[in-house]
């Protein structure tokens, strides 16, 4: 499985930038998208999820201004991510994690699950807001 991320740069606050991450290597089974951040110093951080359904979840402090899409026919993830703050710095990583199952249901990890979840992450890309 390998995971591919770009699209980090340098903003400044209230600026917007949009990572992809291209995925290659699957193997024939399920497993849920996301993207986690870590900052310098601090654990990391579920950002978003999706579900193959296109079903997404977002982190309280992301929500309303990051997006969280995939295209399945260029086996492509993004998040795309608007008014950016200084407390969105960090190392961004896609994710790719098996579904949960949990008793008699399944279903996708939730963003603070995510860096703990089961499955992949790419090696993260560089996002930095200055104020």
């Known amino acids: 499985v390998k995971l591919v991320e770009s699209g980090g740069g340098s903003v400044q606050a209230g600026g917007s930038l949009r990572l992809s991450c291209t995925a290659s290597?699957?193997?024939?089974?399920?497993?849920?998208m996301g993207w986690f951040r870590q900052a310098p110093g601090k654990e990391r951080e579920g950002v978003a999820t999706?579900?193959?359904?296109?079903?997404?979840t977002y982190t309280d402090s992301v929500k309303g201004r990051f997006t969280i899409s995939q295209d399945n026919m260029k086996n492509t993830l993004y998040l795309q991510m608007s008014n950016l703050k200084p407390e969105d710095t960090g190392m961004y990583y896609c994710?790719?994690?098996?579904?949960?199952?949990?008793?008699?249901?399944?279903?996708?990890?939730?963003?603070?699950?995510?860096?703990?979840?089961?499955?992949?992450g790419g090696q993260g890309t560089q996002v930095t807001v200055s104020s």
């Open positions: 999706i579900g193959s359904d296109g079903s997404a």
């Open positions: 994710a790719a994690k098996y579904i949960m199952v949990i008793g008699y249901t399944s279903r996708c990890p939730l963003p603070d699950e995510l860096p703990r979840a089961r499955g992949f």
């Open positions: 290597g699957f193997p024939d089974t399920s497993y849920c």
